[in-house]
């Protein structure tokens, strides 16, 4: 057994000693790179008073604001605030979503003392409205605390952290909603197998998706959890992204083949993620999580800020307790000429969650607005996003979910210019649904091409015209073209309009091109990544719709 020092509230006999050593180690790194390193390989994890020491430092190290409370606080207020409740049934705060407190192997007086903490730190942080995760926090760090008080004051610490580029907890309903909405763009993006299984099975999949705090903090065993949480003080609140991530990859690939009712899919994932240990081990599950190429901190922060803006335009607000703001397509107030209401659904489920908060809004048809480039852009000009679905005369049904608002084609006056951001995505749902990404998605190595060849491409693919902008000012920031060192050919060419002809796609994915008179459109595929055509290389179009994205949340 391990030195006890800082198991006071541990119950030994049901923790597992086969990851415990008898000899801790010492730490004597600093850097941020070896502790980064040492921490994804597990160096303090079979030392259960090393990992306490550890912690310590890491904690006691985060910029926290001036007045923080600490040990004596807690000292001074926790008989006041549970001396005249019985220590059985002390209630938990309002905040935490009445979720259950994970046991972690804490003996009685470690539970009772979560609730104590807890209690405690409600009482020194009114501004927190929501915070799930806080309970499996605090059971957490008893493990590697002496006392109460010492593990009151590390959680404070990390609730008062006062670094702006340094994300830890979500302690309001927007910060914890908007994540929920960033992991389901990942999601969306980076595990498109098990997403689209949940799509299939689930009416709202984000529903699912803002169960994925729950799945760290609460499903995962504790030696899982404690591995995770290793690396996210060193690392930061993109972990615990990268885990879950990790997470939904193993349920596709253990269960994907199993049937799932969509009434207990939430119920399977949590039951498959507490049982992980069956499948996979600590280690592959951090080996999995930092195999997945995501983008880098800032797009992942700029995609969040998108979406807490998207959310405060719809009135939601740090105050706010939880509340259900998932809307899908209602089936009633839909109707369209080329899909369904299932298949509507289906394209919802792609598209950047901050705007499948909205509702799809016809703005043009050719049946009733006639084949005609100019009233196509009369009718969607001023709309940012909109969703372009065709149908041809074969009867395949292929789209673009487009980013940008067509009015930025007059930048560059009647030259064919491209423009848009890296949101935009072509797709087919008749014969077979494919959905085809902008190139950068699934190459980002191509971000990191040398500066020389944009400079030689530069006149004939004007780079994006709004890279002086503040990201923070757009709805649409995440992956835009100025948030990458391309050359302007491969960067900005997704959109493009003239009085002639509309192109949508390109680069080396799927490309999509539409004549004047809108009668008559062209597909390309010239590339080793989408060998499948969006529908025939030359088509005659029978019915071409414009939907925009229509706000039905008042403020």
């Known amino acids: 057994m391990d030195d006890t020092e800082y198991g006071r509230f541990v119950d030994w006999d049901k923790l597992d000693s086969t990851v415990l050593s008898s000899s801790p180690k010492e730490l004597s790194c600093s850097e941020f790179n070896e502790l980064k390193q040492l921490a994804r390989q597990g160096y303090w994890a079979k030392s259960h008073t090393l990992r306490?020491?550890?912690?310590?430092?890491?904690?006691?190290?985060?910029?926290?604001?001036?007045?923080?409370?600490?040990a004596h606080?807690?000292?001074d207020i926790v008989g006041k605030i549970v001396s005249k409740r019985a220590l059985g049934s002390?209630?938990?705060?309002?905040?935490?979503?009445?979720?259950?407190?994970?046991?972690?192997?804490?003996?009685?007086?470690?539970?009772?003392?979560?609730?104590?903490?807890?209690?405690?730190?409600?009482?020194?942080?009114?501004?927190?409205?929501?915070?799930?995760?806080?309970?499996?926090?605090?059971?957490?760090?008893?493990?590697?605390?002496?006392?109460?008080?010492?593990?009151?004051?590390?959680?404070c610490r990390i609730l008062a952290c006062n670094d702006q580029s340094k994300r830890?907890?979500?302690?309001?309903?927007?910060?914890?909603e908007s994540s929920c909405m960033t992991f389901g763009d990942l999601v969306n993006k980076y595990c498109q197998g098990a997403h689209k299984l949940l799509v299939a099975v689930s009416e709202d999949v984000l529903e699912v998706y803002s169960d994925w705090q729950r799945w760290l903090f609460g499903e995962l065993p504790l030696t899982y959890i404690a591995r995770v949480f290793d690396v996210f003080l060193v690392e930061g609140y993109k972990v615990l992204y990268r885990v879950a991530l990790a997470l939904l990859k193993f349920f596709h690939k253990v269960r994907g083949k199993q049937p799932l009712e969509s009434d207990n899919i939430k119920r399977d994932i949590r039951t498959f993620i507490k049982d992980i240990a069956k499948s996979v081990t600590p280690e592959k599950l951090l080996e999995k999580a930092?195999?997945?190429?995501?983008?880098?901190?800032?797009?992942?922060?700029?995609?969040?800020?998108?979406?807490?803006?998207?959310?405060?335009?719809?009135?939601?607000?740090?105050?706010?307790?939880r509340?259900?703001?998932?809307?899908?397509?209602?089936?009633?107030?839909?109707?369209?000429?080329?899909?369904?209401?299932?298949?509507?659904?289906?394209?919802?489920?792609?598209?950047p969650e901050r705007f499948a908060l909205c509702q799809p809004q016809l703005l043009y048809t050719n049946l009733e607005h006639g084949s005609s480039l100019n009233r196509f852009y009369m009718h969607c000009e001023g709309h940012e996003p909109t969703l372009l679905l065709i149908r041809t005369t074969a009867g395949e049904v292929c789209g673009a979910f487009l980013s940008t608002d067509w009015s930025?084609?007059?930048?560059?006056?009647?030259?064919?210019?491209?423009?848009?951001?890296?949101?935009?995505?072509?797709?087919?749902?008749?014969?077979?649904?494919?959905?085809?990404?902008?190139?950068?998605?699934?190459?980002?190595?191509?971000?990191?091409?040398?500066?020389?060849?944009?400079?030689?491409?530069?006149?004939?693919?004007?780079?994006?015209?709004?890279?002086?902008?503040?990201?923070?000012?757009?709805?649409?920031?995440?992956?835009?073209?100025?948030?990458?060192?391309?050359?302007?050919?491969?960067?900005?060419?997704f959109m493009a309009g003239s009085i002639d002809c509309i192109i949508i796609g390109g680069g080396d994915g799927q490309a999509l091109y539409l004549d004047a008179d809108m009668n008559y459109g062209r597909t390309s595929h010239c590339n080793t990544f989408n060998n499948l055509p969006l529908c025939s290389e030359t088509f005659q179009i029978s019915t071409v719709e414009m939907w925009g994205f229509k706000d039905i949340m008042s403020s």
Not at 52 to 70: E, G
Not at 326 to 351: C, G, P, Q, T, Y
Not at 478 to 486: C, D, I, M, S, V
Request: glycine share 2%; proline share 6%.
């Open 323 to 351: 509340q259900n703001v998932h809307l899908a397509v209602h089936a009633e107030n839909f109707k369209s000429e080329i899909v369904s209401v299932k298949e509507m659904r289906d394209i919802w489920s792609w598209i």
């Open 290 to 321: 930092f195999a997945i190429r995501l983008f880098s901190r800032k797009e992942i922060q700029l995609l969040q800020m998108a979406n807490e803006k998207a959310l405060q335009q719809k009135g939601i607000t740090v105050k706010h307790k």
């Open 408 to 493: 930025e084609r007059k930048r560059s006056g009647n030259t064919l210019s491209f423009f848009g951001t890296g949101e935009c995505f072509v797709f087919r749902l008749q014969p077979e649904v494919e959905r085809y990404e902008w190139v950068v998605i699934k190459h980002p190595e191509l971000a990191r091409v040398a500066g020389t060849e944009a400079a030689s491409n530069a006149s004939s693919f004007p780079s994006d015209s709004k890279s002086s902008s503040d990201p923070s000012d757009r709805l649409s920031p995440f992956l835009a073209t100025r948030h990458f060192n391309l050359p302007s050919k491969t960067a900005s060419m």
């Open 73 to 75: 606080v807690y000292q």
């Open 168 to 176: 830890l907890i979500d302690q309001t309903f927007l910060a914890f």
């Open 90 to 155: 002390l209630p938990l705060p309002e905040f935490v979503d009445d979720r259950q407190v994970p046991s972690y192997c804490l003996n009685t007086e470690g539970i009772v003392s979560v609730r104590k903490i807890l209690l405690c730190i409600a009482n020194q942080f009114p501004d927190i409205s929501f915070c799930p995760a806080l309970p499996s926090v605090v059971a957490l760090l008893l493990h590697y605390s002496p006392d109460e008080a010492e593990c009151f004051e590390k959680v």
């Open 52 to 70: 306490a020491k550890v912690y310590q430092k890491l904690i006691m190290d985060i910029p926290c604001r001036t007045v923080t409370p600490d």
